[in-house]
């Protein structure tokens, strides 16, 4: 990593994450393969400028199917990194106040 800007790639809106955002204080991102808990925290806190409670990290398989004339499996979504973080009380990410 070179910089906290390679660390994060973007921010995952789903209707869980969207819950989560919401009642729950935590937010979704997809970060680099190679990105640790520290790192992922430490960009949190300089890009948006709010206090970090905990950081979860996932990795996400890739999802598969089956051809159906020859029944192999192929690999249809690669599988990424995903970062749960879950901040202080009362502050909130400017990038998720209209998906609330």
Not at 23 to 39: C, G, H, M, P
Not at 83 to 91: D, F, I, K, R
């Amino acid at each position: 990593m070179s910089t906290i800007y390679d660390v994060l790639r973007r921010p995952l809106v789903t209707e869980k994450s969207s819950y989560q955002s919401g009642k729950l204080n935590q937010y979704s991102f997809i970060v680099s393969d190679t990105a640790t808990r520290t790192q992922v925290k430490d960009a949190i806190e300089t890009l948006y400028d709010v206090t970090v409670k905990r950081v979860n990290i996932i990795n996400t398989s890739a999802k598969r199917g089956r051809r159906l004339r020859s029944r192999r499996l192929l690999v249809r979504k690669a599988g990424f990194k995903k970062a749960l973080v879950t901040l202080a009380e009362g502050q909130t990410l400017p990038i998720f106040e209209g998906v609330q």
